[in-house]
Nanobody, 119 residues
Framework: QVQLVESGGGLVQAGGSKKLSCVAS????????MGWFRQAPGKEREFVAN????????YYADSVKGRFTISVDNAKNTVYLQMDSLKPEDTAVYYC????????????WGQGTQVTVSS
């Protein structure tokens, strides 16, 4: 059974930092890409970043490039999202997700963690 559990959300002031964590279980990690998505109130869910579990290659949305960093700790089966220089428009529920390297669609999702950036 695949399980993704996020943590680390909360309230932060604009310009501040936050680090999200996602512990993954039930996956064969070598075969998956891990991603972070977010959904703001009244908006569709959008891609934030992803990483190859084994290669460490990363890809970011333009809106977060240079401010957010995705990383993995293989020993802890955990993927992180370090968010710096946060802006009020980064306020959203952040979701961890996983997809097979053989597929384009993310088919495993966490429950989400709320990040609120105050101005």
């Amino acid at each position: 059974q695949v399980q993704l559990v996020e943590s680390g959300g909360g309230l932060v002031q604009a310009g501040g930092s936050k680090k999200l964590s996602c512990v993954a279980s039930g996956l064969t990690f070598i075969n998956y890409y891990m991603g972070w998505f977010r959904q703001a109130p009244g908006k569709e869910r959008e891609f934030v970043a992803n990483i190859s579990w084994t290669l460490g290659t990363t890809y970011y949305a333009d809106s977060v490039k240079g401010r957010f960093t995705i990383s993995v700790d293989n020993a802890k089966n955990t993927v992180y999202l370090q968010m710096d220089s946060l802006k009020p428009e980064d306020t959203a529920v952040y979701y961890c997700a996983a997809r097979s390297v053989l597929q384009m669609k993310y088919n495993y999702w966490g429950q989400g963690t709320q990040v609120t950036v105050s101005s």
